[in-house]
């Protein structure tokens, strides 16, 4: 044959050869196709060794009830109730150990985020009872007026 056929099958091969050798040390010992089959596939068997590692940082309701039964009781029977305490207080790690105390946040850009009233309302969020910020008693704190554990307007005093 040609050696116009030749040289360009060379840099193929060349290239294949690379990418093979790179693919040899790129690729986890533990990826599923080093295994005699691929009973894995395309699965790293650390992987699951990783995950575990991720520290937990969200513990949910549950979690804080035994300590704030009534915050939780408060939050469960409210309208509030599909809010998670960790949605407003942050995420709880190994609280009280670390940290000792959550966020007390009572901005009122906290609770604007769900409740400042929509202009355009396009989506599910505009269903949630919106106010206007700047005519909804301005510059006072919301949790002044409203129970954030318990924010139904029929039990306000
Ligand atoms: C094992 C018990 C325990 C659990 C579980 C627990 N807490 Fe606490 N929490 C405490 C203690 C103790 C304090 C400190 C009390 C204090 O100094 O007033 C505290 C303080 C707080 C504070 C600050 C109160 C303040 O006055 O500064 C918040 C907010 C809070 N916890 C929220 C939560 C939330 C939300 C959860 C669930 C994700 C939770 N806690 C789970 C025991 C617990
Ligand atoms: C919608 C936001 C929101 C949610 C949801 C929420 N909190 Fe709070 N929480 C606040 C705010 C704001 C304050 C501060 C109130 C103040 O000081 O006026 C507070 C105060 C607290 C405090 C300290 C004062 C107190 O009442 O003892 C604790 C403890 C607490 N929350 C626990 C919880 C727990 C547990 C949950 C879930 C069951 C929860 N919170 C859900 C916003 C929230
Ligand atoms: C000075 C007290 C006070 C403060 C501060 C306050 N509110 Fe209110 N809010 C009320 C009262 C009273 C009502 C019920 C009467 C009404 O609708 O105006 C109300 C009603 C609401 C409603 C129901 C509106 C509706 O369509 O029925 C929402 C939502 C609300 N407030 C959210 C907030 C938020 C969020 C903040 C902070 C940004 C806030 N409020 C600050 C007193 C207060
Ligand atoms: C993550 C979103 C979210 C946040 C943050 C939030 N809320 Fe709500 N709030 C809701 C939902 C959902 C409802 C129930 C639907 C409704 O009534 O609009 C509600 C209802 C209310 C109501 C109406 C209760 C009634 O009887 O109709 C008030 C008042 C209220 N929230 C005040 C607050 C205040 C004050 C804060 C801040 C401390 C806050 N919310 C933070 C989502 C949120």
Redesign the pocket.
């Known amino acids: 044959m040609n050696n116009h056929i030749w040289r360009p099958l060379y840099v193929v091969l060349v290239i294949i050869a690379f990418f093979l050798v790179l693919r040899y040390f790129l690729v986890p010992q533990d990826f599923g196709v080093h295994g005699v089959n691929f009973t894995y596939g395309y699965h790293r068997a650390g992987d699951i060794n990783d995950w575990q590692a991720v520290p937990i940082k969200y513990r949910g309701r549950e979690f804080c009830n035994e300590c704030h039964p009534d915050n939780a009781a408060a939050n469960a029977s409210s ?2 109730a ?2 998670q305490c960790e ?2 207080h942050g995420p709880a790690f190994d609280h009280p150990e670390a940290p000792e105390k959550l966020i007390l946040d009572t901005s009122r850009d ?2 604007l ?3 400042a009233a929509l202009h355009t309302p396009s989506s599910q969020r505009s ?3 919106g106010i206007d910020p700047d005519t909804h008693n301005p510059a006072i704190p ?2 002044d007026c ?1 129970n ?1 554990h318990k ?4 039990d306000m005093q």
Not at 151 to 154: A, H, I, K, R, V
């Open positions: 309208k509030h599909a809010i949605n407003c906290l609770c985020r769900c409740h269903l949630i009872k919301c949790s409203h954030p924010p139904d307007l029929e």
